[in-house]
């Protein structure tokens, strides 16, 4: 149906020649109707009016700032490729679920997450697949993920045998409580939480790193279960939705978590993953100790809030914000 435009001016000259009695029985029309699934209707004679008046819906300040921060949000998620949802228990450390995986097995499987295809119907195990559609399989993985041929086989043992991918009739696939994209997500997730993780982000980010140095990617991963859902700082209360009340993870304390033994090394190695020259990792220290510095997470790489302080984030990465 072709939505009627208002003639406001032919309004106007009809309104300036109208009777008093007729302007009178209008205004009457205009402030005494109901609506009904969307028409109007005169509550003496139920006459449906809708073609006589124009209503505009009332839209509130909350309403209106909740439309933004959704739309903040959608293109965020569009400027860093997509996403797909992580999931981890919340405090527990990666090797605790994947005790067989090293950090950088951890950087190698955040990789081969970003290509788990996106699922429709009931949920289950993500196929892996190129952006074209094209099935990955054992052999392609490897050349994916530019291994030398012996360390693939290993890497690839390790997946099978902490179920991580499995290989079905339809094609290789990701365990869905790994890495997921599509509906149904509550049927899930059970006890773990989850976080996105940005596509193209994560991709630009393997291609920086080569077969030496990819251990240092794997720290992204390793800290998803200490990210705050809402600010994105490292802490022991993840779930804390009051800035005020958010207990930052010392960088100490972080260390001692992923199995660092001197915190300075962990501080190094964060400082050198970049995207776009811009840190993965913000610190925030009184410039006094840095064993008190507490660790802001780029939002381009990994981001689990609703968008409501999403710009703010940003702003701490020299990253462009929407415009409101």
Not at 153 to 170: C, G, M, R, T
Not at 175 to 180: E, G, L, M, S
Not at 207 to 231: A, E
Request: hydrophobic fraction near 35%.
């Amino acid at each position: 149906m072709t939505k009627r435009v208002r003639d406001f001016k032919r309004e106007q000259l009809i309104w300036k020649s109208a009777s008093p009695e007729l302007k009178s029985k209008a205004l009457k029309m205009t402030q005494n109707f109901v609506m009904i699934d969307g028409q109007a209707y005169d509550p003496e004679t139920g006459e449906n009016i809708t073609d006589r008046i124009h209503v505009e819906p009332v839209i509130s300040a909350a309403q209106r700032e909740g439309h933004q921060v959704i739309e903040t949000l959608r293109r965020h998620e569009q400027e860093n490729g997509g996403y797909v949802f992580a999931f981890f228990y919340e405090m527990q450390e990666l090797a605790e679920r994947f005790p067989s995986l090293s950090q950088s097995d951890l950087a190698r499987l955040m990789f081969i997450g970003t290509y788990v295809s996106y699922n429709e119907g009931d949920p289950s195990h993500g196929y892996l697949r190129h952006d074209n559609g094209v099935p990955i399989n054992k052999k392609s993985l490897g050349e994916l993920l530019q291994m030398s041929r012996n360390k693939y086989s290993d890497f690839y043992a390790k997946l099978i045998e902490e179920n991580i991918l499995v290989e079905l009739p339809e094609g290789l696939a990701m365990n869905p409580t790994v890495f997921y994209r599509g509906e149904n997500l509550d049927a899930i997730k059970g006890d773990y939480q989850y976080t996105r993780v940005f596509r193209k982000t994560v991709r630009e980010l393997y291609s920086k790193f080569d077969g030496r140095s990819i251990k240092k990617l794997g720290v992204v991963y390793s800290v998803l279960p200490y990210v705050n859902f809402s600010f994105n700082i490292i802490c022991d209360n993840p779930h804390q939705v009051i800035d005020g009340k958010i207990q930052p993870m010392k960088l100490k304390e972080l260390a001692e978590r992923l199995g660092y033994k001197d915190y300075k090394h962990l501080l190094k190695t964060m400082r050198e993953i970049k995207y776009k020259d811009q840190p993965v990792f913000k610190f925030v220290d009184d410039g006094k100790d840095r064993r008190s510095s507490y660790i802001v997470v780029n939002p381009s790489v990994i981001y689990a809030g609703n968008g409501k302080h999403l710009d703010a984030i940003k702003v701490l990465f020299d990253l462009p914000i929407s415009c409101r």
